[in-house]
């Protein structure tokens, strides 16, 4: 006979938020050891259960062996190996400037544990964006609550049961659960909430930590533009557009291409390059590939259709079109000049349709992009230096990418982060650490060279000497000492 499972309540909610708060408390979490045996931990479950993620990932997405071994399980297990690495030096002080205002006195700025913390993250890549912050949580000497996602089952049940069997369960915890668990633990105070998932629910997160002035990492998406010049390498461009679109979670990404800006002019080699490139890599049936993912559920199956379907839409498909719904498949399908205030061209696509846009000249690109939200991603093709720079400099984007697509999410030197309506905060690498620390400034001043210029009665003298110590003007306090200023 089955388990009954746990009932999970208000009560349970606010006693779970106690026990790993009394856990933080009692200093648990703070030190170095610690710290670095639970991050030695999240290696030994990339290295011993790679298999077992792999198989959780084809059963939520059918998710080909390649894209969950790389883009979750590698790139979790770099993330583990860097904190490692690294932790010693994250976590010492960092030495700051002082003014002859302190003067003597010794300044650093220390990352301190923020407290307890809630990650709640997303079904498409379940594992990588799960636990790639908690790694940042946990090197930041935090306990921490994750909430994995419901539309990925198996992830969410062997993440629950990998993290207890490894993890100190007095700082680490995992609840799974749907709307109504996730609303219960939003309704706890936290110390910091990290969520990564739609714009829409993103605005219920800020609104519940509101209630308690919880700070959050919100790591959201919107529609990432991707430009194409006619003076590039078409067939890498091509390829390596597909690649960051239907070979990355067939297009069920945050970063994912979501429609492509380029000349009328260009727009038909474009076309028949990337046809010729899709069926190079996914054959004349790409319905029938194993090297593609499945859509995740029939609602996202059904919202997917709604934007191919609808009017002044469907007639626009150059390619693909093809769905099966038993299947939870939809073909690659490319659309062309498609309304720019239809659905497909206002919110977040999420899946296998990419649009082209068609321009008189790539300058109008600029306009379009300025005229929408901030993306998550934006990026460009082109051999042009100076529209490279020209980009990168006037496109305001979470990230920018020229000449590939996603891979900046690779580098542990670079935040990965939305701004406006894409998200707040970043993290990878120290990024991750820091977005789970507090900077606390640390100010040491010395009992001797009490200056009683500060000090009342005040006087004339008094004020000019303080105004040159603010300013750190020796040359002015020099004046007022010798009676010259």
Partial sequence: MAAAKKVFGAAEASDLVNELRR?????????????????????????????DIVEALRHDLGKPELESSVFEVALLRNSCKLALKQLKNWMAPDKAKTSLTTFPASAEIVSEPLGVVLVISAWNYPFLLSIDPVIGAISAGNAVVLKPSELAPASSALLAKLLEQYLDPSAVRVIEGNVNETTLLLDQKWDKIFYTGSSKIGRVIMTAAAKHLTPVVLELGGK????????????????????????CNNGQACVSPDYILTTKEFAPKLIDAMKHELETFYGKKPMDSKDMSRIVNSNHFDRLSKLLEEKDVSDKIVYGGDKDRENLKIAPTILLDVPLDSLIMSEEIFGPLLPIITLNNLEESFDVIHSRPKPLA???????????????????????????????????????????ESGMGAYHGKFSFDAFSHKKAVLYRSLFGDAPVRYPPYSRGKLRLLKALVDSNIFNIFKVLLGLS
Avoid at 29 to 43: A, F, P
Avoid at 224 to 247: E, F, H, M, Q, Y
């Fill in 23 to 51: 856990s933080f408390d009692d200093g648990v979490t703070r030190g170095y050891d610690w710290r670095i045996t639970q991050l030695k931990k999240l290696l030994v479950i990339c290295d011993n259960h790679e298999h």
């Fill in 224 to 247: 990432s533009p991707v430009v194409v010049d006619s003076n590039t390498d078409l067939k890498v461009t091509v390829r390596r557009i597909i690649a960051g679109k239907w070979g």
């Fill in 378 to 420: 934006a990026y460009l093709f082109t051999h042009n230096q100076k529209l490279k720079e020209r980009f990168a400099m006037t496109v305001s984007a979470g990230g920018i990418v020229v000449n590939d697509i996603a891979v900046h999410l690779a580098l542990h030197t670079l935040p990965f982060g939305g701004v406006g």
